[in-house]
């Protein structure tokens, strides 16, 4: 089996500039509508001379909303950025893991398939051995 074809899935450059531009449209479209409703509760409440109160429940709703706006673009971030380390560990591993199986081919130990436990368990092994060999390296001065 062969990972790169798993994890190298990237969507090409024109769609992710399409989906870039998409959402800049919308954001630029949400902030217009937010700063209308807002615009339009300070003409009311400067009209009326009332409606304060509502203008500044709608200022204090339109900062919480950018505010979790920025927080779901981080967390998407974060999100992508854990999903490469996580991709980048498991094509390192598997790497590791066929120069071990041809090691062994060369000795005339068949490597396992992935529908077999060995496969799984070689996986983790591997995995292990290289956390193992990072914390000791942590600790040495």
């Known amino acids: 089996m062969d990972l790169e074809g798993v994890i190298s899935r990237s969507e090409p450059t024109r769609l992710r500039a399409f989906g870039r531009m998409i ?10 509508v937010m700063g209308t409703v807002v615009y339009g509760l300070l003409l009311r409440a400067e009209w009326e ?3 304060y109160i509502a203008a500044g429940i709608a200022l204090i709703g339109v900062i919480s909303l950018l505010l979790g706006l920025a927080q779901q ?4 971030r974060d999100k992508a950025t854990w999903r490469a380390m996580a991709e ?5 591993t598997y790497t590791k893991l066929k120069a071990r199986w041809a090691d062994g081919e060369k ?3 068949v490597a396992p398939t992935v529908d077999s ?4 368990e070689q996986l983790m092994e591997v995995l292990i051995e ?3 060999r990072a914390t000791e390296g942590e600790a040495q001065p």
Request: hydrophobic share 55%; glycine share 4%; net charge negative.
């Open 107 to 109: 000795a005339g130990i």
């Open 130 to 132: 290289d956390m193992q």
């Open 73 to 76: 673009e981080i967390a998407a």
């Open 23 to 32: 959402n800049v449209i919308c954001f630029f479209l949400l902030l217009l």
């Open 88 to 92: 980048w560990q498991l094509s390192a």
């Open 49 to 51: 001379d009332s409606y």
């Open 117 to 120: 436990e060995d496969y799984y």
